[in-house]
């Protein structure tokens, strides 16, 4: 009986989403009546046309632009993997996976109903004063995001308006201070006691009113939507233009080149898009990760460099060596000089000086401005902390370099995308044998720097990588400013800079470590010693 009762069981299953699915095209359709029979009366011209066509025959110059953001600009028909950006980074793991484990509830109920569903879940009992994710880490997610044909749209309007249906701490900065926008129209979230409690304020209407008082009577407003019939500020504008699903997934990504605004800075962990089949992977690797960093650390610590290097290219950690020269041989040292050398490199992680170590088979010293006591522990070479007073820490290097070579990363500060921060010029000073070295590295799945979270499990996410490559060149020798003494100190530092930014194809700034934390964490750089790098 249990058998033959299965198929109308089955049968009753596959009724259920097929009822739901029409229920819902019924709504879709009575609200397209109700919309259709508002805007009738309206003064504007609704046309579906491609996005390249409009800029091939119209003129954007003078006319106020209104995107729906998530419609007409990004490429992703899905916003989920923004959400879960800001339930890992902001929140934790467990916030992360419980947003993860209501993705099939999400998949199921309507647009509306589903972004509710995953503000609570990102959201409830963030502070909102320290809430920085969507200026340090977002920005990058989105930008990778955005298709360029709409791009182009954009870039021709006058005034450009966004509407999102996230947050509006999410898109602000990234479409303010990255794609230019001149107004940006989100959710307003909830804060009780000054933490958000995981609701958003209604918005019925509200949008419409701001839009209408932002377009002026004397520019013609020109909107890019994807699905018209569910926008009620539409008829602010007079031509609505459709975006089609399909055109979308032809879209181009932006190139690097073509921001706005280079991304200099970015933070997070995370360094894939966590959308659902990455975030399984990552949730079911992330038990065995825990174990192999312990096991990567403690035989990079405890075992001579000939046998450890093979085992951790068997377990994934892979360095990839390029000498220009004999200068980073360590037969050459010239015994005549009093100073070992000082290699002087740009900083990628906190684990820089010691892949120079496991390059040249041989320990260094290092100098770093901020340690953690867990790292200083951990660390298989002799680490020495700078107090950032520019005589003490004079005296400091000198003395180290008496005693043997001497690794320094006068950046000051980790910076993971293809850019180089300015050179503190102290390293110039202390000695004429100065090797550049230019450092890359790539991950997989977590990035082992961060700026806002606890820099204690720096080495330790790095380790975590299923597969991670450390690229380490070393680079003609040069001398500083006692063999040329009409050379300054900064003209050594920049040159130092500008071999290792060519070398790598990174562009050079003058940006500091305090610039970088003030765009991702909001302040100078001084952390308690419980929570720095």
Known sequence: MVFKALPYTLKLILFIPRLLL??????????????????????????????????????????TLIFD?????????????????????????????????LYPLLVLVDDELSIKIMVMVSFCGLKKDGFRVGSSVLPKFFLEDVGLEGFDALRRGKKKVGVSKLPQVMVECFLKDYLEFDHVFGRELKVVGGYYVGLMKENKGIIKHRINQVVEEDYTSVCFSNKKVRHDWISCSKEVYVVSDGEKKAWRVIPRERYPKGLIFHD??????????NMLVMFMWF????????????????????????????????????????????????????????????????LDPLYLSFGLKKPFAAVTYSLSRMSEIISPIKTVRLTRDREQDAKTMDKMLKLGDLVVCPEGTTCREPYLLRFSPLF????????????????SMFHGTTAGGLKCLDPFFFMMNPRSIYRVRFLDQVHGTDDHPR??????????????????????????????????????????ASNKR
């Open 287 to 350: 038990p065995f990760s825990i174990l192999l960093s312990v096991s990567r650390i403690a035989i990079a610590i405890t075992i001579p460099y000939g046998v450890s290097i093979p085992i951790l290219v068997f377990t994934g950690v892979h360095l990839k060596l390029t000498n220009n020269n004999s200068t980073s041989n360590p037969k050459t040292f010239d015994h005549k000089q009093h100073k070992g050398r000082l290699y002087v490199c740009n900083h990628r992680t906190l």
């Open 268 to 277: 997070g962990r995370l360094a894939f898009r966590p959308e659902p089949v």
């Open 428 to 443: 110039a000073e202390l000695s004429d044998h100065i090797v550049p070295v230019a450092l890359d590295t790539y991950v």
């Open 69 to 101: 953001v998530e419609g007409t600009l990004l490429r992703s028909p899905s916003v989920f993997a923004y959400f879960m950006l800001v339930a890992f980074e902001s929140g934790s793991l467990i916030r992360a996976f419980v947003l993860f484990a």
């Open 22 to 63: 029409k229920l819902h095209q019924n709504q879709t359709k009575a609200l397209r009546r109700t919309l259709s029979n508002t805007t009738h009366g309206s003064h504007y011209r609704s046309q579906t046309t491609l996005i390249s066509d409009h800029l091939n025959t119209s003129d954007l110059s003078q006319k």
């Open 487 to 528: 050379t300054t100190r900064f003209d050594v530092a920049n040159h130092v800079q500008s071999v290792i930014g060519k070398t790598l194809e990174f562009e050079c700034t003058s940006l500091t470590r305090k610039d970088k934390y003030l765009v991702l964490a909001g302040n100078e750089g001084f952390v308690n």
